[in-house]
């Protein structure tokens, strides 16, 4: 199988316009993050996708490879399936964040493993919750899974509800996942998803994959170990600093 890494990057962003372009001590957040999946040991080839000039501009700047693709597009989903039709040829698609400027390369690659099950649709990860203010905390959605390793449900509460226990008591008596957002796809699944219009799940929670779980589709996961560090807003690139950099 033929696996491509795409980095979908837009330049406006409501809570931090300009974040791909950011400086990170001395570098974009875009060259950190494609240096970074670069060192993936899956990926065949690794692109940016973006609808900005100034974006283009940076990659080639640091000898990266880029997409220019249409500005409608309302997910990161949409522009990973452009780059697609632009680039025919591979298996697989791998919708990489661009806001994670310090990924783990060995999430890619595991990920990528999920298609070694036969039939795999979409696959994503998810990561186990050790601390109560990640259970509680709504803007990060958890996920239940089947036996099979398929994720059943994804939601901004915390699931499973444990009838009976105090929150408190949560983490002691159950396991709770929460989705890393990062994707892949079989190509023609990829293709197949952009024509599904939204659906009252995914309007309820403002959840993508809720779309794809309401149309039947099966989204495969596997369990990191490693946590992301992304970057929404002004304050996390502080964070960012403080973390990686001691400043």
């Not at 995914?202 to 990191?224: M, V």
Request: with cysteine.
């Amino acid at each position: 199988m033929k696996f491509l890494g795409i980095i979908p990057a837009r330049f406006a962003s409501s809570r931090f316009p300009g974040k791909p372009l950011i400086d990170i001590e001395g570098k974009t957040m875009i060259q950190r993050v494609y240096e970074q999946v670069k060192k993936s040991t899956r990926l065949n080839e690794v692109v940016v996708a973006t609808d900005d000039q100034r974006i283009v501009d940076n990659v080639l700047s640091f000898g990266g490879k880029v997409v220019m693709t249409a500005s409608h597009h309302q997910s990161g989903t949409d522009r990973c399936a452009e780059v697609i039709a632009q680039m025919p040829g591979y298996d697989i698609a791998i919708n990489i964040q661009g806001d994670e400027p310090f990924i783990n390369p060995a999430q890619i690659d595991l990920l990528a493993t999920c298609f070694e099950v036969p039939d795999t649709q979409i696959a994503t990860l998810v990561k186990e919750i050790t601390h109560e203010e990640d259970l509680f905390n709504v803007n990060i959605p958890k996920v239940v899974r089947n036996n099979k390793g398929e994720a059943i449900y994804f939601s901004r509460q915390t699931i499973p509800f444990l009838r009976g226990a105090e929150k408190e008591q949560w983490l002691q008596k159950q396991k709770f996942y929460k989705h890393i957002g990062i994707y892949a796809y079989q190509v023609d699944t990829l293709k197949a998803l952009t024509h599904l219009p939204i659906s009252m799940l995914e309007e309820a929670e403002a959840l993508e994959q809720l779309r794809w779980l309401e149309n039947g589709y099966a989204i495969k996961t596997a369990i990191t170990n490693h946590e992301t560090v992304a970057v929404d807003t002004r304050e996390d690139l502080d964070k960012i600093l403080k973390l990686f950099f001691n400043k």
